[in-house]
């Protein structure tokens, strides 16, 4: 793995090195897990709290040095998401080459549809079906006795860009996708790759066709989740959970174990306890329904 030194790293990203400037950098990780080979970055003084005492380097604002103890180096910038941005973008091509210099393993009775693309760098487990069409991008594992149906899209890199005057700056997604054992999932659905870390879909998930999982969420196991639906990157779905046909779920907001979501209903905070939920009003006549929502609006 290409390492940086602090000092060559905050040029590349713009930014100013405070510290040692020839500790060397290897990896760029997640604030929570960041160890003393890597580089993180913290945006906000509520994310200080849950930052790794072990973290070799911190890319933030001047404010906010002095109030991260965990290290001595540091980036300092005027927007740390961008200069994120720009991180991932330097350790990228790292991430592709490491990727394509291993090699896919399967296991026992694996079968592989036609016109299905496999790339580097996977782990296909025992009796699993890929029917026609899918793509598997690189750092995916699927577990034993798994189904992924026609069409459907594993691994690609999540919908993240950090605003800039000029538009969007792409952020480079870093991670990979685990699924668990005895998971199937249904066609045209996309699981989404994590930014740093994985995406996560535990033993015993059912997916429907055309639901859209987002970058680092987790899903517990044996939930269900039906057609249309999607999360919002880093949700964290508990085990044994029901989320019925259309719903949405923002982004960093965790459901508990056992939780059924009726259709339709979007999710905008956590649900902490077991239960079912629903956000969405029954059909009615029009009339009828600008008559309530007038009320609602008093």
């Not at 026609?150 to 699924?179: M, T």
Request: hydrophobic content about 40%; proline content about 1%.
């Amino acid at each position: 793995m290409e390492s940086f030194t602090l000092e060559q790293l905050a040029k590349l990203i713009g930014g100013t090195p405070l510290g040692s400037f020839d500790f060397k950098i290897s990896y760029l990780q997640d604030s929570k897990v960041c160890d003393n080979t890597s580089i993180c970055y913290v945006k906000d003084k509520k994310f200080i709290d849950t930052l790794s005492s072990e973290a070799g380097a911190v890319i933030t604002t001047t404010a906010l040095v002095e109030d991260i103890g965990s290290t001595q180096n540091f980036i300092v910038v005027d927007d740390p998401y961008l200069a994120y941005a720009k991180t991932s973008k330097v350790f990228f091509n790292a991430y592709k080459a490491s990727n394509e210099a291993v090699e896919t393993k399967y296991g026992k009775h694996v079968h592989i549809g036609q016109n299905t693309v496999i790339n580097s760098n996977c782990v296909i487990g025992d009796n699993v079906i890929i029917h026609d069409n899918v793509s598997i991008y690189s750092c995916t594992d699927i577990g034993d006795n798994s189904i992924i149906h026609s069409g459907s899209v594993i691994g690609s890199d999540g919908f993240g860009y950090a605003p800039n005057n000029l538009g969007w700056h792409k952020i480079e997604h870093l991670g990979g996708v685990k699924i668990g054992k005895n998971v199937e999932i249904g066609a045209k659905t996309a699981v989404d790759r994590g930014a740093l870390g994985d995406t996560v879909i535990e033993d015993g998930v059912k997916i429907d066709n055309q639901v859209h999982i987002a970058h680092n969420t987790i899903i517990g196991e044996n939930t269900a989740i039906a057609g249309q639906s999607g999360t919002a990157g880093s949700v964290k779905i508990g085990k044994n959970c029901q989320i019925a046909g259309q719903v949405g779920i923002i982004g960093h907001i965790e459901i508990a174990d056992n939780v059924v979501v009726m259709a339709k209903t979007l999710v905008t905070k956590s649900l902490k306890e077991a239960g079912a939920y629903s956000g969405v009003m029954p059909i009615q006549k029009h009339k009828d329904s600008l008559k309530f929502i007038a009320k609602i609006k008093k």
